[in-house]
Structure formats: C-alpha cells, structure tokens
C-alpha cells in the first residue's frame, strides 16, 4: 500500500490509498521438481533436488512481473537469494535477499516474505529485481539497444551467512524490451531523428511520441515498452545525436512540429490526435507542443516542469526564455554531493513567470506525475501549482498523480533504484531523490496510469 494525489477533473485534491494487485505475480502452482508441465527447469549444481522455476519459462518482458520459486529445498530451510545482470558497458548490478522455504520445502517468492538482512525485506515478489544496486557507485541502468534482453542470473546459496555458502542451484532469464512482432523502424525523415516502434496485429494504432530529458542522444527503452502494448511509439531525439545539433543554444519547436506531423501523416498511427510522454525535460517540451500546436490529445509528464528550463524555446515569432536558476542556492552534502531542488526560481511568480508555458491554451487532456521527494526540481509544487492554474482559468482536462517516497526518476516498473547520478546541465553529482521501496511501487503505478491514460484519450471513442 502507498498513496498518491490526485487532482481529478472538476474536483479538488484529495489523498488516496491504493495496491496494485493487477501486476503482482501470481503465486506459482506447486509440482514435483521433474514434473513442470511445458516448463523447462534450472537445476541444482550441488543437489539434483534443488531447482529454480521462472513463470515465464525463459524470458519475460522488462516491465511485466515475473514469477520465481525454488523447489526441492528442506523444510524451513535457510537459503540466500543472489540476482546479478551486466549492463552493455559490463557493469555489474547486484541484489541478494534472505529467505527460509516453507514446511515443504519450496520456497515461492510471491509467498515467502524475505528476511532482514538483505538488499529488502517483506514480501516483495519483484524485489530482486528493483533492489538491484550497481557495483560502481552512481551507475544508471538504461537500456541501449532495446533489440537485445538483459540476462539475470538467480543463484540460490544455503545459509544467511555474509560469506558465499555453497551453490544449491542457478538459473537464467532475459528480461525483453521487445514483445515478438514490434518492428523497429529508424526514422530519419527530413530533419528528424527517431525511432518508431510499430505493434503487431492490425494497424492503424494510437500514437505517442515519447520524449526524454536532457543528456542528449536517443533514449528507446520507454518507447520500446509502450510499443508491446499497443502503441505506435516514436523515441525523439532532440540534441547531440547523429547530425543533430551538439551544444544548443536554444530550442525550435518547429522540429517537434515536425516529428507531430510525420507521426499524424503516418498510415499506420491512428488519428485524429497524437499523444505525447515526456520525462523531465521532455515534460516541459511536450506541454509546449500542447500550448502551441494542433492535433494533440494527450499529454502525460514524469517530473517534468510547467516552465521553459535550460535553453530558450522558439516558435515563429515567439521566444519562451528558459527559468531562471541561481546555483548558489544548491545545498551541499557529503562527499560533495549536491541538493539542486530549490536552484530554479518559481516559474508561478516574478521574474520566473516568462518562462511559464501557457498550459492554458492547450486543448489535450493532462496527466502531470510528480515524485514528492524529486531533488532535480521541485516537481510536487509545480504540478499542484499547475492543477491550481488551470482550474482557476475554467479548465478541466487536468489530472495529477503526486507519488510520496519518489524521486526525480520514476522508470518503468521494476527499474533498479537510481537516487543519486550525474545533474544532466551542471555535470555535477546531484541527489534525484526517493526510497527504495516507496520508488518501486510509484513505478509500477504511474506506468499503468500512462497506459490507461493513453488507452483512453487515443482510441477512436
């Protein structure tokens, strides 16, 4: 259980307490470890008995749960849970958790609630993996090539000792960005550089153009995964990518325009509106798009600002300057780490109002999500602001989702924990916020709600 705010459509704020039970997974069928119909086993290296049971058999999307059990353990026996899986850079990410089987000798993770001691505790069936942590501090887990899986691997060690006790079993399984049947399209039409992700079955489908924050380059894993349900997804890239321009300046929205309008010509993405996901920086990019310009239906941000941040954005005759920051506001903790959540000046007040987006003008449904504890901007105050606005403008096409125990990264569910990294503009380390276990299930819960709310909006009514 955790809890949100919402700020629905013609009513006011409230506090709100929900499970997710939809995407938990299932608690596994118990059968004779040589007996698994249609499922191929891991077996043990140091007893025959003992073998690990993935449901999916042998890989599973990345942000759907998967279900993992041990059988042909002895009753209540104490055994160590270690997940580990390499990044393309080969970095190493780790989670290990306690646990004791059950009188009959199984352990089912969806069952079990794990022991102090380890990476989390209680029942948590996908901790394992969420409670991934980099062997190398400050490393994110983001997926490059989204063709490819990630390979965990499981081993189960006997005991709860710190040392590594003796193997009992191991086993492998890919967690996929791609359902069989996406197609992944390069785009590079005119000045546009992207990505599109095209479903299987029978087009034409809704389409959202999903755009990232700052860094640069192009990001598709967000897009990869919206793709397997049922979304014709294009992962934008906006600077430092191919021939795009490295160090800008200022932005132009007619570039966005531009990716708007190949996506609304395109024979395979439903019309009449296109839906946009930006994140951070993406965010304040894609409620422009919505001030400015036509055939949008729906916007969804994660942590994103309500003002013009970083570098000025330009449409025809008009110029949005970025908001105004002062990094002498930053607070400075150990090891020189940095707190930037109070450097940007407030974007609802003198002078930070020029940078404000008119949210007003646009005619899409909003979904603002915000993460209470983001350090990177003040995400929580800029979305209940915004609610605020445009209900005093007559505005009802607004719905925010405020996640306590969150921060500035809220990834697609089962995502490792990210609460320090790299600022993406001052290059310096940065506290993103959160805690672990609040994060894990804010992820879970906010993708849903991206989708239902794509679902909704895009499809024909």
């Not at 049971?53 to 999307?61: I, K």
């Not at 995964?225 to 007619?254: S, V």
Request: aromatic share 10%.
């Amino acid at each position: 259980m955790t809890a949100f705010t919402a700020c629905r459509q013609g009513s006011r704020c409230g506090q709100w307490w929900l499970s997710w039970p939809s995407l938990a997974p299932q608690p596994l069928q118990h059968h004779s470890p040589l007996q698994i119909p249609g499922v191929p086993t891991a077996r043990g290296l140091a007893s025959t008995a003992t073998a690990i049971r993935f449901l999916p058999a042998t890989r599973s999307l990345f942000d759907e749960p998967l279900s993992i059990a041990v059988q042909g353990l002895g009753p209540r026996q104490q055994v160590t849970l270690r997940a580990s899986l390499r990044d393309e850079a080969g970095e190493l990410f780790e989670a290990r958790a306690l646990y004791q089987a059950a009188e009959d000798g199984e352990l089912d993770l969806a069952r079990c609630p794990a022991l102090p001691g380890g990476s989390f505790s209680g029942l948590e069936p996908m901790g394992l993996l969420w409670a991934l942590q980099p062997r190398r501090a400050f490393w994110r887990l983001v997926k490059k090539d989204v063709q490819t899986p990630f390979r965990l691997q499981l081993e189960v060690l006997e005991g709860h000792g710190d040392g590594s006790g003796r193997l009992l079993a191991q086993a492998q399984h890919e967690r996929a960005f791609l359902r069989d049947g996406v197609r992944r399209v390069p785009v590079r039409e005119g000045r546009i550089r992207a990505t599109l992700f095209l479903p299987p079955g029978q087009a034409p489908f809704p389409g959202v153009i999903n755009i990232d924050g700052l860094g640069g380059g192009l990001c598709e894993h967000r897009a990869s995964l919206l793709a397997n349900h049922g979304f014709a997804t294009l992962a934008l890239a906006y600077y430092q990518y191919e021939d795009l321009i490295q160090k800008p300046t200022k932005l132009h929205l007619e570039y966005f325009e531009e990716a708007l309008n190949y996506m609304l010509q395109h024979t395979q993405v439903k019309g009449p509106g296109i839906g946009l996901l930006g994140f951070s920086k993406g965010g304040d990019l894609s409620l422009a798009m919505a001030a400015f310009l036509k055939n949008i239906t729906a916007v969804a941000t994660i942590n994103g600002p309500v003002a013009n941040t970083v570098f000025p954005l330009c449409y025809k005759d008009k110029t949005i300057p970025s908001l105004i920051w002062d990094e002498s506001r930053a607070r400075v903790y150990d090891n020189n780490i940095l707190d930037y959540s109070d450097v940007l000046f407030d974007p609802f007040k003198a002078p930070g109002n020029q940078s404000l987006i008119p949210i007003e003008k646009a005619e899409a449904h909003l979904l603002l999500i915000a993460g209470q504890d983001d350090h990177i901007i003040n995400s929580k105050y800029y979305v209940t602001e915004a609610c605020k606005y445009l209900q005093a403008q007559g505005k009802e096409n607004v719905q925010t989702l405020i996640y306590p125990g969150a921060g500035h990264c809220i990834d697609p569910p089962f995502s490792p924990f990210y609460p320090i990294g790299n600022h993406p503009v001052l290059r310096k380390r940065a506290i993103l916020g959160g805690e672990l276990t609040a994060y894990s299930k804010a992820q879970v819960h906010a993708w849903l709600q991206i989708r239902a709310f794509f679902h909704k909006h895009l499809n024909d009514k």
